[in-house]
Each structure stands twice: as structure tokens, then as C-alpha cells.
């Protein structure tokens, strides 16, 4: 399977429907298919441009004399659910601290001060086209702060002379308000596997389902899990490889996904073209910083929220990382582009070629990762791993594109299944998660059978 996908895919891949698999019998890609998805209000973004704090303000954040600030005061908008801030230039670093706090839609009490994360460490090669294509921001990691209908927000530059540069506040400071819209279904999202009948998928759906078509149905909301042999069976058939034990690829059971459908994605938020590398030799673990308060039924909103950051305020292509697991161990379809193929991602500077980016939904720098979760990693790891022939106990030799850590260039030896950490310097995925990296290795190898 791992010789058909690279060969048919190639580096880049700027059709569409450029399909390594045949699509099954009734399935066409050229013409819109039938799918249930109701009108639905879609989301938002409202930007607020952070401006100088005033004297009370800085006493309230213990602003030292001198000291680079801005925010917002305290004030009503219109309902969002997530908050992240971008400033102008995407090759700035925020070196400080910035804070939010919100107002809760049905209580309107206002919640305690909360850290956003605002290093930008998920993000696109330097020099990739979704890099240099003048719509790429600095930004922070996203927070997911539930239904609200206030903001106020605080920064604080490191440099105590109030200089702007790489050790204040970077230019065009601006707080983002994501609204997610609402959810694709009435029921819970992924709970179908086939797509019932419902209006026309366009063209960008049809598109985003048609790279998934040997998995599922056009439209479908769920790629269902098949047990080992299945797996294998399926390889097999794809390969047209005799079917001995000999030949018989080291493959997880392939597990369910909730596809990109499931969880809403606006298909016309993202460039159209899909960009492929030529395999997968390596998985980045990454926690999204978003956050632990949510519900796994609140997941797709989140990944809205999280795609129309990544999108319209940081100016990506599309979703950042590859894959996403919750906290109860479901695994969702991020970038578009097909689950079994090497799609190329934002998510790890420098080493965003032939690796692929997961990232488990929550934040693990002093909270435990559910065991839920690391199991979803694990049985995501082995199958999209085994695709490959990549061994996830294994090491790998990658080459830097150039991050904080290796200069572009840098031949480095991975862990085939490594932290976000390994590549650039940042506290992600957390130390808790980061911790569970080598249980997480064993059981995705004997789920291959290795």
C-alpha cells in the first residue's frame, strides 16, 4: 500500500480528485452527491485590535514603570466560543504574557483570568507557500473559553523599556473572537457512518470526501473501524499482493475517524489544491493548548473554532495538524486531503515533510492525558504508520527545514512516533503527555504485530 500511495500521489498534488484508489462502484467525484447536512448558521470571526492600557488598568495587571502593555477593556460582543491573538508579522515571536478572561452567555458572570499560549510553534515551513504566500500571521495557540458574550484582555512585553521587537509586543496585536456556527447534525456528529440523504454536497465537499472514497461513501460523516485481518485484507486487495504472511504488511487495525464531514468543516474555508509529501516516516505528538474544559460532545465546535483560527486569523491553508484526538479517545480528520495519504501539514516547524501531526485536544504541561486519548494515539499510530511500512518503535532520519532547535538543513535521528518537542524547543505536548510517549510507542508496535 505505502509503494501505491507514493508513487500515485507525488510531492505535490494540485488536483483534487488525483486518487490512488479506485472509487468504489457507484461513486463519482466530478459530480455533487447527496448528503444530510440542514442549513445550519455558520461561524464567525470578530478581530479587536489590542491598544495601550490605561493607568488603571496597568496598576490592575502589575505592569512594571516602562513596561511594553496593551489589551482590551472590559466590554459586551457578539457570542464567540474560542480566543487566540495574531499580530502582523508571522516571523515574530511574542516574548511576554497574555491573558483573557470572558463572560459566560448564560450566567453573563465573568470567568477568572486565563493564560493564552503565545509562542507560535505549530506552524508552516520556512519558505513553503503557505509560509510565504502573504496571508500567513503570528499567532498564538487558540483557547476554548465555551459560549460568551464578553472579553477583556491584557499583554505584557518582556522588555522593561516598552520597545516593540523580538523582546516586546510584535505589531497589529489583535484578539480573535471565534463564533464556530453550529453543528452539522442535530445528532451526534460521527454517529453515522454512511451519509444519509438529506442536500447536494459542492464541489469543495465532494472534493474533501472523494480523497476518503476506498474508506467511506461520499458524504459520510465516519470512517468505521475494521479489526486486524480486515486490515490487512484491505492492504492486500489495494496492493494485489498474493496474501501470504510473507507479505502481509505490519499494520494496525484500522481505526474509526470521524471524517472532516462529521465534524462540519466549511470546505470553502480552505485553499482548494491539496499539497502531499512523498510518505509518512514519523509522527509529531502535539496537545492542542486549548484547554481541558470541554465535553466530547462540544469537540466539533472546537475543531471549527480551531480550523477558522488556523485559517482565517493565522492565515493557513487549512487545519493545522493532520489528526486530532479528544480527551475519550475518538480520532478526527484535521488537514484535508485523505487519512491514508501523506498529506502535508502545519503543524511542526521544520518538519512538516514526510511526517504527519496529531494533536490531542487539551493542555498536559501538569494534567495527565486520559488514558482514553493515549490509546487513540496508539491505534491511530500503528494503522496510519503501517501504511508506510514505519515502525513505531523505531528511529528515523529526518532532515530540518529550519526551526529554533535545527538549522535548516540538519540531519536529525527521531523517534518514529516523537514529541513536538523533539523538533522545536517548546513545552508541547506537555510534559504529562511527552511522559506517555514510550507506552504509547509499545502498544502501536503491538497493535502492528511487531
Known amino acids: 500500500m ?58 490592575r495587571a502589575a505592569v512594571p514603570q516602562g513596561a511594553a502593555a496593551a489589551g482590551v477593556a472590559a466590554r459586551d460582543v457578539k457570542p464567540f466560543s474560542l480566543v487566540g491573538i495574531v499580530w502582523d508579522d508571522a516571523t515574530k515571536v511574542f516574548h511576554g504574557r497574555a491573558q483573557v478572561r470572558t463572560k459566560d452567555a448564560g450566567t453573563h458572570k465573568w470567568s477568572p483570568w486565563q493564560d493564552i499560549q503565545t509562542h507560535n510553534d505549530d506552524m508552516p515551513d520556512q519558505g513553503s ?13 487558540p483557547l476554548w473559553v465555551g459560549d460568551s458574550v464578553g472579553v477583556q484582555v491584557r499583554a505584557l512585553g518582556e522588555d522593561a523599556s516598552g520597545r516593540s521587537g523580538p523582546a516586546g509586543l510584535p505589531g497589529g496585536l489583535r484578539i480573535e ?11 451526534e456528529p460521527g454517529s453515522e457512518s454512511e451519509a444519509p440523504k438529506g442536500r447536494t454536497l459542492s464541489p469543495e465537499e465532494s472534493a474533501s470526501s472523494a480523497v ?83 465535553t466530547c460532545k462540544q469537540v466539533p465546535a472546537i475543531l471549527r473554532s480551531i480550523y477558522r483560527f488556523h485559517v482565517k486569523s493565522s492565515g493557513w491553508r487549512d487545519f493545522g495538524y493532520n489528526f486530532v484526538v479528544d480527551k475519550c479517545g475518538t480520532i478526527y480528520e484535521g488537514r484535508a486531503g485523505g487519512v491514508a495519504r501523506p498529506v502535508m501539514g502545519a503543524h511542526t516547524l521544520g518538519f512538516n515533510t514526510n511526517t504527519m501531526g496529531i494533536a490531542v485536544l487539551g493542555t498536559y504541561s501538569s494534567s495527565n492525558p486520559p488514558a482514553a486519548a493515549v490509546a487513540g494515539v496508539s491505534k491511530l499510530t500503528a494503522w496510519k504508520l503501517g501504511l508506510f511500512g514505519a515502525n513505531p518503535r523505531g528511529k528515523v532520519a529526518l532532515v530540518s527545514g529550519g526551526s529554533n532547535k535545527y538549522r535548516k538543513g540538519t540531519r536529525v535521528s527521531m523517534n518514529v512516533i516523537s514529541g513536538h518537542r523533539d523538533g522545536f524547543v517548546t513545552e508541547c505536548p506537555g510534559a504529562r503527555l511527552y511522559g506517555k510517549l514510550g507506552s504509547t510507542r509499545s502498544t502501536s508496535a503491538k497493535l502492528q504485530g511487531r
Open 2 to 59: 505505502r509503494a501505491l500511495l507514493a508513487s500515485s500521489i507525488g510531492v505535490a498534488c494540485a488536483a483534487a480528485l488525483a486518487l490512488p484508489f479506485a472509487l468504489p462502484a457507484g461513486a463519482t467525484a466530478a459530480h455533487p452527491q447527496r448528503a444530510a447536512k440542514p442549513s445550519r448558521v455558520p461561524g464567525s470571526t470578530q478581530s479587536l485590535p489590542l491598544g495601550p492600557l490605561g493607568a488603571s488598568d496597568r496598576a
Open 129 to 141: 507557500p503557505e509560509r510565504t504566500s502573504g496571508h500567513a500571521r503570528g499567532s498564538s495557540a
Open 212 to 294: 476518503n472514497a476506498e474508506f467511506a461513501s461520499m458524504g459520510a460523516t465516519q470512517i468505521t473501524p475494521l479489526d486486524k485481518e480486515e486490515t490487512e485484507q484491505e492492504a492486500e486487495e489495494v496492493t494485489g499482493s498474493s496474501g501470504s504472511a510473507a507479505a502481509r504488511p505490519y499494520i494496525g487495525p484500522r481505526p474509526g475517524i470521524v471524517t472532516r464531514a462529521g465534524w462540519g468543516a466549511d470546505e470553502k474555508l480552505r485553499e482548494r489544491e491539496f499539497l502531499y509529501t512523498k510518505t509518512v516516516k514519523a509522527a509529531f505528538v502535539h496537545h492542542s493548548a486549548t484547554g481541558n474544559y470541554y
Open 177 to 187: 473572537l471565534v463564533n464556530p456556527g453550529d453543528d452539522p447534525e442535530d445528532e
